[in-house]
C-alpha cells in the first residue's frame, strides 16, 4: 500500500500526471447515475489540467513526453477505456507503432522541397488533446463511454502516414497512392486503413468467440467511430459535414433541454460543463448515426482548432502549415507544375490567407459548434475573433509598409515529428 501511495505521490508531482486525475474526475462524474453529484473545486482544477491550454509543442517534444499523455489517457483504469478492453502491454505497443506511421518519408515526394513541418506527431497529438478538451468541456454528454475512447483514439491516428503535401498534389503527379487508393478523400482512407490494421494487429478492438451480442456491437461501433470521423477530417466535406450537423442540431439540442434538470430560459444552449457536473449523459438517447456526427464533428473541430487556440499557438501552427504549403508550391514550380491553392510563396499573403480561412471555413464551423458545445465551442470562438483581427492588423501593417510577413517559428522538435533540415537563418 506505501509503495503504491508513494507512486502516485511522485507522479501527482509531475506535471504529466494532472491529465491523468483529470479523467479520474470528468469521466466519473460523467458517468454518475445522481444527476445532483458536485465535485470539489480541486477535482475541477485538476479536470482542466489538459484542455484547449495545454502546449501540444511542449508535450510533444520528446518521446517520453508524448507517452506520458497517452498513458494518462489510456493506461490507467480510470481513463477512457475502449470496449474489450484491451490490455496496456496491447495499447502501449500500439501506441508505439502508430506514432512510426508519422515518421515516414514517401517515395516519390522529393523531401529537400517539401518541409512537413505541420503534419507531424505533434499536430496528432495536439488534436487528440483538443478532442480530450471538447469532450471535457461538454461533448461527453452525447456518448457513452466506449464511443469516447474510440473518438480520442481516431484523433491520435488521424493523420498517420500523411506525405506532406495534400491530396490535389498526389493527384495531380499520379503517385502510387493515387493508384492504389482512388482520388477520394486520399490520404484519410490511407490513415483510417492504417489504424485499423495495427488496431488488428495489437489486439485492440477485435472480437473474439466468447464475447456476447452486445459487446461485439460495442466493437464495431467503435472501429466505425474510428473509421468513419478520420475519413470526416478530409476538408473537401467541410460543408458537406456542417450541412449534416445543421440539419440534426435541433432534434439534438430539442433531447438535451428536455433531459435537463436545470432548464435554461433564454433559448436552448449546448452542452457544457455544468451538464457534466450533472452527470447528463444522452448516449442512450440518441441514434448510433446522429452520435457519429457529433463524433466526427467534434473531430474535424479539434483538427481544425488552431484558429480558435491562445494568438501565440495560432501564429506558430498558421506559420507551420503556410510552410508546408509553400514548400508544396516550390516542388510544384520545380516538377513545372501549378501550385495548389495557398500555395505560392509568391503571390499568397500569409495573413490575408489566414483572413480568408477564418471568414469562409472556421467562422460557421465554430458558431455551429458553440451552439452543440457551449462551453468548449464559446472558447474557440473568442479566440478566433480576436485572432481574426490580429491578422487583419498583420495584413494591414504588411500593405503600408509594403514588407512581407516575417514567418519566424521554428518546426516541432526531432522527437515531435519533424524530419526536415532548418534553413541556416533559422539555425
Ligand atoms: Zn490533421
Known amino acids: 500500500m506505501f509503495f503504491r501511495q508513494s507512486i502516485v505521490l511522485r507522479f501527482i508531482k509531475s506535471a504529466t500526471a494532472l491529465p491523468l486525475l483529470a479523467l479520474i474526475s470528468c469521466e466519473n462524474t460523467s458517468t454518475l447515475p445522481s444527476l445532483n453529484h458536485e465535485i470539489s473545486e480541486t477535482d475541477m482544477l485538476v479536470c482542466q489540467s489538459l484542455n484547449f491550454e495545454s502546449d501540444a509543442f511542449q508535450l510533444s517534444d520528446s518521446n517520453d513526453s508524448q507517452f506520458n499523455v497517452f498513458e494518462?489517457?489510456?493506461?490507467?483504469?480510470?481513463?477512457?477505456?475502449?470496449?474489450?478492453?484491451?490490455?496496456?502491454?496491447?495499447?502501449?505497443?500500439?501506441?508505439?507503432?502508430?506514432?512510426?506511421?508519422?515518421?515516414?518519408?514517401?517515395?516519390?515526394?522529393?523531401?529537400?522541397?517539401?518541409?512537413?513541418?505541420?503534419?507531424?506527431?505533434?499536430?496528432?497529438?495536439?488534436?487528440?488533446?483538443?478532442?480530450?478538451?471538447?469532450?471535457?468541456?461538454?461533448?461527453?454528454?452525447?456518448?457513452?463511454?466506449?464511443?469516447?475512447?474510440?473518438?480520442v483514439l481516431a484523433a491520435l491516428g488521424h493523420d498517420a502516414l500523411h506525405t506532406g503535401v495534400n491530396n490535389s498534389f498526389l493527384i495531380q503527379t499520379n503517385h502510387a497512392y493515387f493508384q492504389d487508393t482512388g482520388g477520394n478523400s486520399l490520404q484519410e482512407t490511407r490513415s483510417a486503413n492504417y489504424v485499423l490494421q495495427l488496431l488488428d494487429k495489437h489486439r485492440i478492438l477485435v472480437t473474439s468467440e466468447e464475447m456476447n451480442d452486445t459487446q461485439r456491437n460495442e466493437i464495431h461501433n467503435a472501429r466505425n467511430i474510428i473509421e468513419q470521423s478520420i475519413l470526416w477530417t478530409d476538408i473537401k466535406r467541410h460543408k458537406e459535414q456542417i450541412e449534416a450537423v445543421e440539419l440534426a442540431k435541433k432534434k439534438i439540442l430539442n433531447l438535451l433541454n428536455q433531459k435537463r434538470l436545470i432548464?435554461?430560459?433564454?433559448?436552448?444552449?449546448?452542452?457544457?460543463?455544468?451538464?457534466?457536473?450533472?452527470?447528463?449523459?444522452?448516449?442512450?438517447?440518441?441514434?448510433?448515426?446522429?452520435?457519429?456526427?457529433?463524433?466526427?464533428?467534434?473531430?474535424?473541430?479539434?483538427?481544425?482548432?488552431?484558429?480558435?487556440?491562445?494568438?501565440?499557438?495560432?501564429?506558430?501552427?498558421?506559420?507551420?502549415?503556410?510552410?508546408?504549403?509553400?514548400?508544396?508550391?516550390?516542388?510544384?514550380?520545380?516538377?513545372?507544375?501549378?501550385?495548389?491553392?495557398?500555395?505560392?510563396?509568391?503571390?499568397?499573403?500569409?495573413?490575408?490567407?489566414?483572413?480568408?480561412?477564418?471568414?469562409?471555413?472556421?467562422?460557421?464551423?465554430?458558431?455551429?459548434?458553440?451552439?452543440?458545445?457551449?462551453?468548449?465551442?464559446?472558447?474557440?470562438?473568442?479566440?478566433?475573433?480576436?485572432?481574426?483581427?490580429?491578422?487583419?492588423?498583420?495584413?494591414?501593417?504588411?500593405?503600408?509598409?509594403?514588407?512581407?510577413?516575417?514567418?519566424?517559428?521554428?518546426?516541432?522538435?526531432?522527437?515531435?515529428?519533424?524530419?526536415?533540415?532548418?534553413?541556416?537563418?533559422?539555425?
Not at 490490455?87 to 500500439?94: D, I, V
Not at 487556440?309 to 507551420?320: N, S, T
Not at 516538377?335 to 510563396?345: A, Y
Not at 483581427?389 to 515529428?417: D, I, Q, R, V
Open 72 to 151: 494518462s489517457l489510456f493506461l490507467d483504469s480510470n481513463a477512457y477505456q475502449l470496449p474489450g478492453n484491451p490490455t496496456k502491454e496491447n495499447l502501449s505497443a500500439y501506441f508505439k507503432d502508430l506514432r512510426k506511421g508519422y515518421f515516414q518519408k514517401d517515395e516519390g515526394i522529393d523531401y529537400s522541397f517539401v518541409r512537413k513541418e505541420y503534419h507531424t506527431f505533434t499536430h496528432a497529438m495536439d488534436v487528440m488533446i483538443t478532442t480530450h478538451a471538447l469532450l471535457n468541456s461538454g461533448g461527453a454528454v452525447y456518448l457513452n463511454t466506449g464511443e469516447r475512447a474510440a473518438l
Open 263 to 427: 432548464q435554461v430560459n433564454e433559448g436552448i444552449v449546448g452542452a457544457g460543463k455544468l451538464d457534466m457536473r450533472q452527470g447528463l449523459n444522452l448516449s442512450a438517447f440518441i441514434d448510433s448515426e446522429t452520435k457519429m456526427l457529433i463524433a466526427s464533428f467534434i473531430l474535424h473541430c479539434a483538427d481544425i482548432s488552431n484558429p480558435g487556440k491562445d494568438w501565440v499557438k495560432c501564429e506558430r501552427w498558421a506559420v507551420l502549415v503556410m510552410n508546408e504549403f509553400f514548400s508544396q508550391g516550390d516542388l510544384q514550380k520545380q516538377l513545372g507544375l501549378k501550385p495548389s491553392m495557398n500555395c505560392d510563396r509568391n503571390t499568397v499573403s500569409v495573413p490575408s490567407c489566414q483572413v480568408g480561412f477564418g471568414k469562409f471555413v472556421i467562422r460557421d464551423l465554430y458558431v455551429l459548434l458553440e451552439e452543440i458545445l457551449h462551453d468548449g465551442g464559446g472558447y474557440l470562438l473568442d479566440n478566433f475573433n480576436s485572432n481574426q483581427e490580429k491578422w487583419k492588423a498583420l495584413h494591414k501593417s504588411c500593405e503600408k509598409t509594403g514588407s512581407p510577413y516575417t514567418m519566424n517559428f521554428l518546426p516541432p522538435s526531432k522527437e515531435g515529428g519533424w524530419m526536415g533540415q532548418l534553413r541556416s537563418y533559422e539555425k
